[in-house]
């Protein structure tokens, strides 16, 4: 869908959904059945045009002049943010009959490739062209042609999953049925595990396909959004829809798009009795985790979209991501079983905190509240700010890295130095060993957090007790100004 489709479209598939599957069908009370899904961390990488085009599709950050070893490193490039960023290792990109037929395929290859080699999943889907927008192929001798290219290419490379189209809305419901069968059939070679069949309508009447045994082992790909009905202001009302729109199905199904603003300041770690939005994530969230659904949220890129949770920065094959929301991003982390409870804590090791330096009582800070690489670390008076609010994931090995909640950088060496006095910074997370700290026990509460690539210390500058105090690193010493204590928030 994207999300372009109008508000009556959408609250008309909200109606839709609600007549084939809403509240009037029972819940059960057990507990449902361990989902197959809840291994698929996903994002959506889009064209700018929302995905709808007559012509060749560009992603965000590509171009059509690009080679294939350009769109290669770009890729890479890209995924690296979403993967430090979010902990994503799915994405769902379009497909088209201009895109695969054309000279540009040859480079688009590169995406699916490069996800591969880097141990992502990559979902195609097929999007019909902005000149119909009908909901239904454009196509089918072209349809057929483009789906043969692509299960040439990729039919046993098992990192790669099919959509065979994006809400095939018009159709009805047999009709739609009888298309994805054909599918099947057409291409039998592919494993009905790595096919998704999207629910009829807007990827919104799921049972319908669910309950066809023609389908059974394929996944089923779902769409849900919180404008569909923009006065439930319930999050167990959203729980609810999701819960009854798949019965006993939990897993085969895969939300492959939902999303919201992310661009307006809205706060999504905090309940809300009058925000639709902040309301259908945190209960989504929730509920997909609960059944253990996977979601792949829309978009992670999309450029000038206010629902994109990932700003792409940079250009060329200089290509950065930062994240527009950390209350998004941690609720995105929370659908897929990373963190706690999903009140904010959205770490892969537990909740935020607050990182006091033993010495000056004084809390580690990012300068300024900024959000861009570079930014100075200091200490400050202790607050209520995000910006001293930190994550420690997990990096392996016994090192972790720690996050700002506020920006989603990673706490950095400036340069990589390895000397005495080297600056402490934030920077876009890299997996780099500068960006990489062990916390040591130093006693009474206290710890030492010294950088994996440089074996120094995080210090403050000349045992300063000073708003400003400068933080960087240092020979581990033992000193107070050396020692700090972590506490959740």
């Known amino acids: ?76 490039a890209v995924l690296a943010g979403f ?31 490069a996800a591969g080699a880097r141990g992502f999943r990559v979902i195609v889907s097929y999007w019909e062209a902005d000149s119909s927008r009908d909901g239904r192929v454009d196509n089918l001798t072209q349809f057929w042609s483009m789906w043969q290219t692509i299960v040439s290419a990729y039919g046993s490379s098992s990192h790669v999953y099919f959509e065979p189209m994006n809400e095939p809305h018009g159709y009805t419901d047999n009709e ?79 939300i492959t798009e939902w999303g919201a603003p992310m661009t307006t300041g809205l706060d999504y770690n905090q309940p809300s009795s009058n925000n639709a939005h902040v309301s259908f994530i945190r209960g989504i969230a929730a509920e997909a985790r609960a059944l253990g659904i996977g979601t792949v949220y829309w978009p992670g890129i999309r450029v000038n979209d206010s629902y994109r949770l990932q700003q792409l920065n940079g250009s060329g094959t200089n290509l950065t991501l930062t994240t527009t929301n950390a209350s998004g991003r941690d609720q995105l982390r929370h659908s897929w079983g990373l963190g706690g409870t999903g009140g904010g804590d959205g770490g892969a090791s537990g ?48 090192y972790v890295r720690i996050v700002a909640r506020h920006s989603g950088l990673c706490l950095d060496v400036d340069g990589w130095s390895t000397s005495n006095g080297g600056n402490v910074q934030q920077w876009t997370c890299s997996g780099g060993n500068n960006q990489q700290w062990q916390v040591q026990n130093a006693g009474s509460g206290y710890v030492r957090i010294v950088n994996r690539h440089s074996g120094l210390c995080l210090d403050v500058d000349g045992w300063s007790t000073s708003n400003g105090g400068n933080v960087q690193q240092w020979t581990c010493s033992g000193g107070n100004n050396q020692q700090w204590q972590r506490a959740n928030v």
């Open 83 to 113: 993967e430090n960023n979010l902990g994503a290792n799915t994405i769902r990109i379009p497909v088209n009959y201009p895109t695969v037929s054309g000279s540009y395929w040859s480079s688009y290859r590169g995406v699916i490739d």
């Open 176 to 254: 739609w049925k009888n298309v994805a069968a054909e599918w099947l059939s057409r291409y039998s070679s592919v494993p009905k595990g790595r096919v998704m069949i999207s629910g009829a309508g807007y990827n919104e009447r799921l049972l319908t396909v669910l309950t066809d045994s023609r389908f059974n082992g394929t996944l089923v790909s779902a769409h849900i959004y919180g404008f569909w009905n923009e006065s439930q202001y319930s999050e167990a009302a959203w729980r609810a829809d999701l819960r009854n729109s798949i019965g006993s199905y939990a897993s085969r199904v895969l």
């Open 1 to 76: 869908m994207g999300r372009t489709r109008t508000k009556l479209t959408g609250l008309a598939a909200a109606a839709a959904l609600a007549a084939t599957s809403g509240l009037a069908v029972a819940v059960t009370a057990a507990a449902p059945a361990h989902a197959s899904t809840e291994g698929f961390r996903g994002v959506n990488w889009a064209d700018q045009r929302d995905n709808f085009v007559n012509n060749t599709l560009v992603l965000g950050g590509l171009s059509t002049s690009d080679s294939y070893s350009t769109t290669v490193a770009k890729t890479n």
């Open 351 to 398: 909740s935020f905190q607050r990182v006091t330096n033993r010495h000056s009582g004084l809390c580690l800070d990012v300068a300024g509240q900024s959000s861009s690489n570079g930014a100075n670390v200091a200490q400050w008076g202790c607050g209520n700010g995000q910006n001293q609010q930190w994550r420690f994931e997990d990096a392996g090995s016994g």
